[in-house]
């Protein structure tokens, strides 16, 4: 413990707190702080001036980083016929109908990603108060449910995120990892802001972005000037 309050301590020392930079300065200072003994990720934050309890403020969705996110994703797909053939032969892990849907009440949750086709909702709704809270279950606005499954399932292996605005209007995703070059990084979090820009929600007049930082999975977050944002 005092190992990583140590650490923290140095890496706050080149961080100005009083400071808002730009996505570029944030992203530089990131990659010289002192790292940890693995590939931390690097995540997005952001504050939105939004009432995400009001259906027309929901923000939510998904998209693919241009540069990807850097890990390995487990893909489960819940299907059946020649969907679930599409799915495996897409890359997906596990592909299956009931005997997925029986592991996953007994507790196994060992996965990135849950697509399922409108047909497997009905047995698989039950399992909401499991997957919901997870982030797991399958979605038509993030493109989780869906026919399509051979399409979602290489989408998520490509690097596609999903993001969602929490009761306070707050809402992170990761945008790569630290290894990254800081060019790939830039580029995939202008991606992540142009993406909650564009679904800003039309009943919003005020202001829509309040803050927003940029960190790692083991550094303080470094706040970016939301001109700079805005610009984007």
């Known amino acids: 413990m005092a190992k990583k309050a140590k650490k923290y301590k140095a890496q706050m020392k080149k961080i100005d707190q009083t400071k808002n930079y730009s996505v570029d300065e944030a992203l530089s200072i990131l990659k010289d702080l ?3 003994n693995f590939d931390e990720t690097v995540e997005v934050a952001m504050r939105l001036g939004i009432d995400s309890r009001k259906s027309d403020q929901n923000v939510r969705g998904s998209l693919i980083l241009p ?18 053939v599409a799915a495996k032969e897409a ?8 005997d997925l849907i029986e592991k ?17 909702m ?17 979605n038509p606005k993030t493109g989780t449910l869906t026919d399509d499954v051979a399409k979602a399932t290489k989408d998520a ?19 790569g990892l630290i290894s990254f070059s800081k060019d790939a990084l830039e580029e995939n979090c202008l991606a992540f802001v142009r ?11 005020g202001t829509y972005i309040f803050s927003c930082t940029v960190s790692t999975t083991m550094s303080p977050g470094i706040k970016i000037d939301i001109k700079d944002i805005v610009k984007v």
């Open 67 to 84: 540069n990807g996110t850097g890990k390995k994703v487990t893909v489960v797909t819940i299907a059946a016929g020649d969907a679930a």
């Open 157 to 175: 292996k490509r690097g596609k995120i999903e993001y969602r605005a929490d009761k306070n209007g707050c809402m992170h995703a990761p945008v």
């Open 122 to 138: 009905k047995d698989l709704r039950p399992l909401g108060r499991v997957l919901g809270p997870r982030g797991l279950m399958p």
């Open 34 to 36: 002192p790292k940890a």
């Open 195 to 205: 993406e909650i820009v564009r679904v800003r929600p039309a009943v919003i007049k």
């Open 91 to 98: 890359g997906s892990d596990y592909v299956g109908s009931e």
């Open 104 to 120: 996953i009440k007994g507790g196994w949750i060992d996965f990135d990603v849950l697509i399922a086709t409108p047909a497997a």
